[in-house]
C-alpha cells in the first residue's frame, strides 16, 4: 500500500479524466490521497472530491502562503470555518514563500502561526510549504509553542543542515516527491541521512512530476517511481520503503493504515 500525502486532484488539470487518475493510481497501489486546500475558491472543488471518493481522498484545510494578501484575514476566517465543521485529517496548505513575491512577508508569517495553532488546539498535523523559507519556517517550528504541533515539510528541497534542524524536532516528518528523481534535485546524500520512520511519499500533482515523465502532468499513480528511487539511492529493499513511509503516513495523520 502506498500513500500520496499531498496532491491536488480537485485542481482544474483534472477536470477531463479525474475518475481515470483516481482508477491508475488505485492500480498502482496508491489507495490514500490526501488533498490540501489552496485558498477560499477551491473549497468546493475539493470537498466534491471527499464526496466523489470517499475513503480514498482524505482532505485538509488551510491558506496556502501564496494566497496570503490584503484579504487574508476574512479568507481565513472562512477557511477556519470549513475546516472546524468538516472532516478533515491535516491543517495545510499552509507556511511560507519567498520565492516569487515577498510583499506580503509579515502577513505570511502571521497567517502561518495563526494556523500552526489552529493545528494544536485541533490536534491535526500541519502540511508545510517552506519555498525560499526553509530556515524560516524551522525557526518558527523550533520555538517553544510549536515545537509539539505535528507537522510535515512538504517538498523537501533543503540542505543537510536543515534535514538535521528538522529531525531535532520529533514531531517533524518530511515530504519526499519527484524532485528527488531531477538530475540536480535532492541529493543522493539527502535521501541517504532521511529517517524513514519520519518520511513521507507525495506528488504535489499536477506539479514535480518525476522522471521520466518530467514536462507532463503529474499523477498520484507515479509515488512507487518516488520510492523505487529512495530505494535504489538507500540500497534497501523497495518493500522497506513502502513499509516504513507508509507506517510514517499513517502516523502523521493519525490513520490506521
Given at each position: ?12 488539470e483534472?477536470?477531463?479524466d479525474?475518475?481515470d487518475v483516481?482508477?491508475r493510481?488505485?492500480s498502482?497501489g496508491?489507495q ?5 486546500n ?7 472543488r475539493?470537498r ?8 480514498v481522498?482524505l482532505?485538509?484545510?488551510g491558506l ?6 490584503g ?16 472532516s478533515y485529517?491535516?491543517?495545510g ?6 520565492y516569487?513575491?515577498?510583499t506580503w512577508?509579515?502577513?505570511?508569517i ?5 494556523q ?5 488546539s ?5 502540511l508545510?510549504h517552506a519555498r525560499?523559507?526553509?530556515?524560516e519556517?524551522?525557526e518558527i517550528l523550533?520555538s517553544?509553542e510549536?515545537?509539539?504541533v505535528r507537522?510535515v515539510l512538504?517538498a523537501?528541497s533543503?540542505t543537510?543542515e536543515?534535514?538535521?534542524?528538522a529531525?531535532a524536532l ?5 515530504g519526499i ?5 531531477f538530475?540536480n534535485g535532492?541529493a543522493p546524500?539527502?535521501l ?13 500533482s499536477p ?13 498520484s499513480?507515479?509515488?512507487?517511481i518516488i520510492?523505487?528511487?529512495l530505494?535504489?539511492v538507500r540500497a534497501e529493499?523497495l518493500e522497506?520503503?513502502e ?7 499513517g502516523?502523521?495523520?493519525?490513520q490506521?493504515w
Amino acid at each position: 500500500m502506498w500513500i500520496d500525502t499531498h496532491t491536488h486532484l480537485f485542481s482544474e488539470e483534472f477536470d477531463a479524466d479525474r475518475k481515470d487518475v483516481v482508477a491508475r493510481a488505485l492500480s498502482a497501489g496508491v489507495q490514500h490521497l490526501v488533498l490540501p486546500n489552496i485558498d477560499v475558491d477551491s473549497v468546493p472543488r475539493l470537498r466534491q472530491m471527499l464526496a466523489d471518493f470517499p475513503g480514498v481522498c482524505l482532505g485538509a484545510m488551510g491558506l496556502h502562503p501564496c494566497s496570503v494578501d490584503g484579504e487574508w484575514r476574512v479568507n481565513l476566517g472562512k477557511i477556519e470555518q470549513e475546516l472546524r465543521a468538516g472532516s478533515y485529517v491535516a491543517v495545510g496548505e499552509i507556511g511560507l514563500d519567498f520565492y516569487w513575491d515577498t510583499t506580503w512577508r509579515n502577513e505570511q508569517i502571521e497567517a502561518f502561526c495563526y494556523q500552526l495553532r489552529l493545528c494544536s488546539s485541533l490536534g491535526l498535523p500541519a502540511l508545510i510549504h517552506a519555498r525560499n523559507a526553509t530556515d524560516e519556517a524551522l525557526e518558527i517550528l523550533e520555538s517553544l509553542e510549536f515545537r509539539h504541533v505535528r507537522s510535515v515539510l512538504h517538498a523537501f528541497s533543503g540542505t543537510l543542515e536543515q534535514l538535521a534542524r528538522a529531525m531535532a524536532l520529533p514531531e517533524v516528518y518530511i515530504g519526499i516527491g519527484g524532485v528527488c528523481t531531477f538530475k540536480n534535485g535532492l541529493a543522493p546524500e539527502i535521501l541517504r541521512q532521511l529517517e524513514l520512520s519520519r518520511t513521507v511519499l507525495e506528488t504535489d500533482s499536477p506539479y514535480l512530476t518525476p522522471v521520466p515523465h518530467r514536462g507532463k502532468r503529474n499523477e498520484s499513480a507515479y509515488i512507487p517511481i518516488i520510492a523505487r528511487r529512495l530505494a535504489e539511492v538507500r540500497a534497501e529493499p523497495l518493500e522497506f520503503v513502502e513499509t516504513m513511509t507508509t507506517q510514517a503516513a499513517g502516523r502523521l495523520f493519525g490513520q490506521s493504515w
